[in-house]
């Protein structure tokens, strides 16, 4: 588990490599789509924290430029995010955009407090990171993507096209895709690299690699931050390389995003 590559984010605590033993388990093929989590919400009347804060955050290029013209503050250094009011699961990217077509995408805008909900209510939970490392790496142990050891001309996920963060590749338009997109990787699992960063249920620390247990690890102690594994269509070399298998994220778990969505365990 981990990496002692050089070309990830130290800040992160990808590594050092080591040897990690992890307990049989089952996880999800996808992440939770759209059309899973309206049946959680009908089901409860679960109102989740973007909807109750009004707003959250979508990349701009997913915005009119009307709204966008509207919108006079950006997060500190990052300045391709919007808070947009309304924005949620339902509507993606606020008012005027809907779920009609997108059943079969990842559920976004849920915070890991949302998606701890749902998992109350589906009876399952939310992978550790090194379950979730496990599943990604598809038996491909030292490799750093899903996939193997190198990046085909033609990205085999979803991840930004063109030059970051202004000018998509002709053809291709940032946001998330199908859960089914892109083939699996050898244990049957879609889209563990790109499309959403998905929540763990470790609690996050750059420490990670060099404090938690041999067996089974999970980092259960607070620190403001959860972890979050996978990376999203936003990720591009020259910016956000985590899509590789290693690479590590983290959010208060209150926050939602345009490109955050989970997946789940059996319990």
């Known amino acids: ?29 996808t992440a939770v789509t759209n059309a899973q989590f309206t049946e959680f919400v009908r089901s409860t009347s679960y109102i989740t924290q973007a909807e109750q804060a009004g707003s959250s955050f979508v990349f701009y290029l997913q915005v009119r430029q009307a709204q966008r013209d509207a919108i006079r503050q950006h997060p500190q250094g990052l300045p391709w995010w919007l808070e947009v009011p309304d924005a949620c699961w339902q509507r993606p990217e606020g008012p005027g955009s809907c779920l009609r077509e997108r059943m079969d995408q990842p559920v976004v805008h849920a915070s890991w407090d949302d998606a701890q909900a749902y998992c109350t209510w589906a009876g399952v939970r939310l992978p550790t990171e090194a379950q979730w490392e496990y599943a990604a790496r598809g038996g491909l142990h030292g490799q750093r993507y899903t996939w193997g050891d190198t990046m085909p001309t033609e990205p085999p996920c979803n991840i930004w096209r063109g030059v970051f963060p202004n000018e998509p590749a002709p053809g291709w338009s940032p946001g998330v895709v199908g859960v089914g997109s892109f083939a699996p990787n050898a244990y049957g699992l879609y889209n563990m690299a790109g499309n959403v960063w998905e929540w763990c249920a470790d609690w996050f620390t750059p420490d990670y690699h060099r404090t938690s247990a041999g067996i089974d690890p999970m980092h259960g102690e607070p620190t403001g931050r959860r972890s979050a594994r996978g990376g999203s269509f936003l990720c591009h070399e020259s910016y956000c390389n985590r899509y590789r298998v290693a690479a590590r994220g983290a959010n208060t778990p209150e926050s939602s995003a345009g490109n955050h969505g989970f997946r789940v365990v059996a319990l």
């Not at 981990?2 to 999800?28: C, N, Y």
């Open 1 to 29: 588990m981990g990496t002692d590559s050089h070309e990830g984010f130290p800040a992160d605590g990808e590594g050092p490599l080591r040897p990690v033993q992890v307990s049989p388990f089952r996880i999800a093929a």
